[in-house]
């Protein structure tokens, strides 16, 4: 199974469905079923919430790789004046929350041996979480 380590809150984001590009400074010609991982430390908020690291979190498709344009930013989770050249946009689609599992993260994509991926229990389709993106964009 491919993985893909993306430190938090932006792991999370994608497992949302809410970021749909990551933002990378290298390219691959892998498309196809994408496991998220959430790398680096956990990320606690000043309302508590905590994005926990060292799991994973979410089952993408990534459907293309190509250079990253200006009006990308806002879908990546990032302001547009961070915009810079060089970089490549991994376009995302049809994220599912799975139930965690720990995963030790790398660099590039990786192999994890294959599993069975489960939904998350209680994931909601109906949560629209775009409120609390745009509000944890701003912070960063």
């Known amino acids: 199974m491919k993985a893909l380590s993306v430190r938090q809150p932006w792991a999370t984001f994608i497992a949302w469905g809410m970021k749909t590009i990551e933002v990378r400074s290298w390219t691959t010609n892998y498309r196809g079923p994408l496991l998220i991982c959430a790398s680096g430390r956990d990320v606690k908020t000043d309302d508590g919430f905590v994005y926990p690291a060292g ?3 979410a089952q993408v498709q990534l459907v293309d790789v190509r250079p990253l344009l200006p009006k990308d930013m806002k879908t990546a989770g990032l302001k547009r004046a961070d915009f810079e050249d060089n970089l490549f946009a991994w376009v995302m689609e049809n994220a599912w ?3 965690p599992f720990t995963v030790s993260g790398r660099l590039g994509i990786y192999n994890i041996p294959d599993r069975q991926l489960l939904p998350l229990p209680g994931a909601s389709e109906d949560y629209d979480h775009t ?3 745009d509000e944890m964009r701003a912070k960063h």
Do not use: G
């Open 55 to 57: 799991y994973a979190l």
């Open 97 to 99: 929350e799975i139930e």
């Open 131 to 133: 409120a609390y993106f």
